[in-house]
């Protein structure tokens, strides 16, 4: 169910839905697809994840403005936001 949904991630030009409890699982569906679909319970950070407000444990700066998302469940790697988006992730974070 979309309630236990983290985040969205692309790995290998394959997007997989990662569960609060850590759980991987393939979708069907393309990060901007399932952008249009989900609505602003849901931030597109960048090309490889679409995250969910409640998965974002907190941010820190990055060189240049753009900011380190710290997700829960953790990533394989860093997840960064652009310069670009970084006002607008911290207005949607603040809701």
């Not at 759980?23 to 249009?36: G, M, S």
């Not at 990055?62 to 860093?78: C, D, I, S």
């Amino acid at each position: 169910s979309l309630a236990e949904v983290a985040y969205f991630a692309v790995d290998d030009k394959l997007v997989d839905v990662i569960t609060r409890d850590a759980r991987r699982f393939a979708v069907d569906q393309t990060l901007a697809e399932l952008e249009a679909e989900l609505g602003a319970e849901f931030f597109r950070v960048n090309r490889q994840y679409l995250v969910c407000a409640a998965a974002v444990a907190g941010f820190r700066p990055h060189a240049k403005g753009k900011l380190v998302v710290e997700l829960v469940p953790p990533p394989a790697g860093e997840v960064i936001v652009s310069q670009e988006n970084a006002a607008r992730f911290r207005a949607w974070l603040a809701g």
